[in-house]
């Protein structure tokens, strides 16, 4: 059974930073690339990173570069986003996701398997 675990969201103030985690099991991460997506009340899903197998980075989100970064590790089968000056802007459900086809140009937001997702919320 394949599990896509987010840890790691939670309330903080702006200008605060979260470490998220995505732990994966019953597959090979190193198999699959993995996406980071959130969904903010009311708004469309966004995709904000795609890493590849390869550790090859896609950013989609100009709302988060500078701030977010991504990475991941095989031997683990996890995957973490740091989130730095995280702003009112920032609060959402954030999902981790795998699809077997390499990451594309251009976000889709078409996945293979997702997570439940962990809350994040930036507020004073």
């Known amino acids: 059974q394949v599990q896509l675990v987010e840890s790691g969201g939670g309330l903080v103030q702006p200008g605060s930073s979260l470490r998220l985690s995505c732990v994966v099991s019953?597959?090979?991460?190193?198999?699959?690339?993995l996406g980071w997506l959130r969904q903010a009340p009311g708004k469309e899903r966004e995709e904000l990173f795609c890493?590849?197998?390869?550790?090859?980075?896609?950013l989609y989100a100009d709302a988060v570069a500078g701030r977010f970064t991504v990475s991941r590790d095989n031997v683990e089968n996890a995957s973490w986003l740091q989130m730095d000056a995280l702003n009112p802007a920032d609060t959402a459900t954030y999902y981790c996701?795998?699809?077997?086809?390499?990451?594309?140009?251009?976000?889709?937001?078409?996945?293979?398997?997702w997570g439940q997702g962990t809350q994040v919320t930036v507020s004073t």
């Open positions: 996701a795998l699809r077997h086809t390499s990451c594309p140009k251009v976000a889709e937001g078409f996945y293979d398997y």
């Open positions: 019953g597959l090979k991460l190193s198999d699959y690339s």
């Open positions: 890493i590849g197998r390869d550790n090859g980075r896609r």
